[in-house]
């Protein structure tokens, strides 16, 4: 029983590690001359895109997903630009984020209202600090703050929705520490679901979930990660389709939805997109994949490969791909060595 309350503890921070690690001076030098960086790929055929031709296709649709990976500052400025793109083409985009709760919504749209009020740099300087504070950011890095706020004042400058999508974090750990069924019912009450799960699906999750904690992991912990996966997705799917019936009824209509998550929760198509088509199968979304390449220069077609899922459809990683730079080319299970070794030792010794 020791052995896995210190590795929930583990996997909790990890998970944190994993969403707030900011740039730093990696062992091994980032690779940066890979052909394919810069470059925006159309998966089905393969082709290259222009930024211009990429933001046309995209406003084909009532969901964009330009999804990241959390600590690449190349992704979060391409989001900035794509965001800026719509505004200029006489768009009313909204916002929404998986780093923020759906219950920091009204805070969010509170910034949104401060534009009226003009802000010198005092001011400025003031309000950032509160609202890092009161959306519970006082101990992330500076770093990942910024790419976050960036957005955030993009949002309140041009006077577009922006809201939270996520479960509370208090909750999260709930599910993490206890799973599911270990909840309240008051807790079990407080989430929604779409009952989009099988056991292939979660034999698949959990392998991922093995590998994102750098191969530690019993039953019980996975089961418990895989529970905090699903209750997520619901309820961003959730949060999502909200958002966009919301938008719609307001007056002059808004849109189109504009959703910034990390890689995992959309690629194949899984994790929110599937849920957001169970629940409002009316919407057209589409995944923009902000991508980091390989280590080593691969070819195109190594990227591109379909899922290979028993019962699932053979779907491509994302609609599009824009391929940068890495941020480091350091294991980032290295700084979890000794958690793991010390995690080890003192199973053999209990």
């Known amino acids: 029983m020791k052995f896995i309350l210190v590795f929930a503890g583990a996997a909790l921070l990890m998970l944190q590690a994993c969403a707030t690690t900011g740039p730093g001076t990696p062992d091994t030098a980032p690779v940066n001359n890979d052909p394919l960086i810069g470059q925006i790929i159309d998966s089905q055929n393969k082709s290259n895109l222009s930024f211009d031709t990429l933001v046309e296709r995209l406003l084909a649709h009532d969901v964009i997903y330009l999804s990241e990976k959390h600590d690449n500052p190349v992704h979060h400025a391409a989001q900035h630009r794509i965001i800026q793109a719509l ?38 300087t003031a309000l950032e600090k509160k609202m890092r504070n009161k959306l519970g950011w006082a101990d992330q890095t500076d770093t990942m703050w910024k790419y976050y706020w960036d957005l955030l ?5 041009n006077g577009l929705w922006a809201a939270g999508l996520d479960l509370d974090d208090s909750l999260k750990r709930r599910i993490t520490r206890k799973g599911h069924h270990g909840l309240t019912s008051l807790e079990q009450s407080q989430l929604f679901s779409t009952h989009l799960s099988d056991p292939v699906y979660e034999t698949y999750m959990k392998k991922i979930f093995k590998q994102v904690h750098c191969g530690m992991g019993n039953d019980r912990m996975l089961s418990r990660l895989y529970d905090t996966w699903l209750a997520r997705n619901d309820k961003m799917a959730q949060s999502i389709t909200q958002l966009f019936q919301a938008a719609g009824k307001s007056s002059p209509p808004k849109g189109p939805l504009v959703i910034i998550m990390g890689n995992g929760h959309t690629e194949y198509k899984l994790g929110v997109m599937d849920r957001v088509q169970a629940i409002f199968p009316g919407a057209s979304q589409v995944n923009l994949s902000l991508s980091e390449v390989f280590a080593e220069p691969q070819p195109l077609g190594t990227y591109l490969a379909p899922l290979d899922l028993a019962g699932y459809p053979k779907s491509m990683p994302a609609d599009y791909i824009w391929f940068t730079g890495r941020v480091s080319n350091q294991d980032p299970c290295d700084k979890f060595r000794h958690v793991i070794e010390r995690m080890k030792k003192k199973k053999k010794q209990e």
């Not at 768009?91 to 709760?101: D, H, K, L, M, R």
């Not at 004042?153 to 400058?157: C, F, G, I």
Request: hydrophobic share 35%; net charge negative; no cysteine.
């Open 153 to 157: 004042r993009l949002a309140r400058d």
């Open 87 to 124: 505004i200029n083409q006489g768009q009313n985009p909204v916002i929404g984020f998986e780093f923020f709760a759906m219950d920091d919504t009204s805070l969010l749209l509170s910034l949104v209202d401060s534009r009226q009020a003009g802000h010198d740099r005092e001011t400025e």
